[in-house]
């Protein structure tokens, strides 16, 4: 009996120290949601390599030299660029699966109101998660295209080890029979912030072991500048700041940002100057969208011709077609082609109201991020020009003796280079921060 006592204390001390064991992550309990939840309606499991979540990159669209589409001539985004986005993150996952869980959660429409809103979380079926990342997704039209709806390239950063959050935006999933405030700057940037307050709530609730309590945001193009913005009202605004504070501390790790419209304002003077666009359907999306909210809604008679003004509550408020497709149905990149003369000077009537709805969605001049931030724009790029990264960088590095608040910026990481147009790009950032959170 004797020799019994010593085989079962090392069985016991095995048992303690076996691997499958889940670790305990960090105490979430001391963030303070205000109430808000998650409340998940369904979830699966995912193998990265099964979803193939690199070809959900649209086709770019040709264009002859009189600014209209090409329709027997387009081509994908570049099946080698895409290609080198898929070895990549092949090259850099540990683990092919993740977990992926569709959910709402309450927010605030482009009105003030409350409105019940949808959003997807993924993360690793096993193991400890290393940190959460708020993502911020890029452009859509069509409703299959959201987090709630596919499996997005954002969401392989949840087989680094990583839990992924990724709304679907007013107008989408759960509230897809609204219009989307496309770049409204303050209710999409609190509707990303609601869902991650949701989402504390949802990981106490799963007890997911998550190590590190800070912050990591993550977006491109038009989630590029969500998640500036995203930044902006946890910085600036005392109910979100001070719900993402711990004993004091501040816990955004880093902002990864890349090819984002961060001057609306300017972007529409650019844009307007060279009577181009390389994204059409988003100049209507953007007329639309900035209409929501206002008293007075904006007259779309005012602003867009033929065939536009007939279908454009077909095309865009069904959500049953993608950018691409939209691109075609309208047929021109040429800003002339596309809206009316008035909608073409800012100095008179509608457009003067929207484009002071413009500047308002524009990033702030004085402000200043107090986290650090990687800052990704293609040189070449006219989809969303290079010129609101040059305005982005030149405000960041200005000083106002006056407000000591707006000292200038010395944690912003600029990576501005020849990376091809706004598709190649997307692959170079993406390819940059799978290595850098790897």
Not at 18 to 23: A, G, K, L, M, R
Not at 24 to 47: A, H, K, M, N, V
Not at 132 to 138: F, L, N
Not at 415 to 420: E, L, P, V
Request: aromatic share 12%; net charge negative; glycine share 6%.
């Amino acid at each position: 009996m004797k020799r019994i006592y010593p085989i079962l204390m090392v069985c016991f001390v095995l048992a303690s120290c076996h691997h499958d064991d889940v670790e305990l992550g960090y105490d979430f309990s001391q963030f303070d949601t205000d109430g808000r939840r998650f409340i998940p309606y369904s979830e699966r499991d995912c193998d990265v390599q099964e979803e193939h979540p690199w070809t959900q990159l649209e086709d770019d669209v040709e264009f002859d030299s009189l600014g209209n589409v090409i329709e027997d001539n387009s081509r994908k985004a570049s099946s080698l660029v895409t290609t080198d986005l898929a070895c990549g993150i092949v090259e850099s996952l540990a683990s092919y699966k993740v977990h992926q869980v569709c959910g709402t959660y309450e927010s605030v429409d482009a009105y003030g109101n409350q409105i019940t809103l949808s959003g997807a979380v993924f993360y690793p079926p096993k193991g400890t998660i290393r940190n959460i990342i708020i993502c911020s997704h890029y452009t859509v039209a069509a409703n299959y295209e959201v987090p709630s709806q596919t499996f997005p390239i954002e969401a392989s950063l949840a087989a680094l080890g990583y839990l992924v959050v990724m709304p679907d935006y007013i107008g989408y999933g759960k509230s897809r029979e609204c219009v989307h405030p496309y770049l409204q700057a303050e209710v999409t940037a609190r509707n990303v912030l609601d869902m991650a307050l949701g989402v504390y709530s949802f990981v106490r609730e799963r007890k997911l072991p998550i190590q590190n309590p800070e912050v990591i945001l993550v977006g491109y193009s038009q989630g590029g500048a969500t998640s500036m913005w995203v930044q902006y009202f946890m910085e600036t605004d005392e109910y979100y700041h001070s719900r993402f504070l711990i004993n004091g501390r501040f816990m955004l790790k880093k902002n990864y940002c890349g090819g984002g419209p961060y001057n609306v304002a300017r972007t529409y003077d650019y844009c307007v100057k060279l009577d181009e666009t390389g994204i059409p359907y988003a100049v209507p999306m953007i007329i639309l969208g900035m209409s929501e909210g206002m008293v007075e809604p904006l007259d779309m008679a005012a602003f867009f011709q033929e065939p536009l003004l007939s279908n454009y509550k077909e095309w865009f408020n069904t959500k049953n077609y993608n950018g691409i497709q939209i691109t075609k149905m309208i047929g021109v990149n040429r800003l002339s082609k596309i809206l009316t003369p008035l909608g073409l000077d800012r100095s008179q009537g509608e457009t003067q109201r929207l484009y002071r709805a413009l500047q308002e969605n524009s990033l702030p001049m004085t402000y200043r991020p107090t986290a650090p931030v990687y800052m990704f724009h293609s040189m070449d790029d006219q989809t969303v020009p290079f010129i609101n990264a040059q305005v982005t960088r030149y405000n960041f590095s200005r000083a106002f003796p006056y407000n000591s608040t707006s000292a200038p910026a010395t944690n912003v990481e600029y990576d501005f280079g020849h990376y091809g147009n706004h598709q190649s790009g997307c692959i170079k950032f993406y390819l940059h921060m799978l290595k850098t959170l790897k």
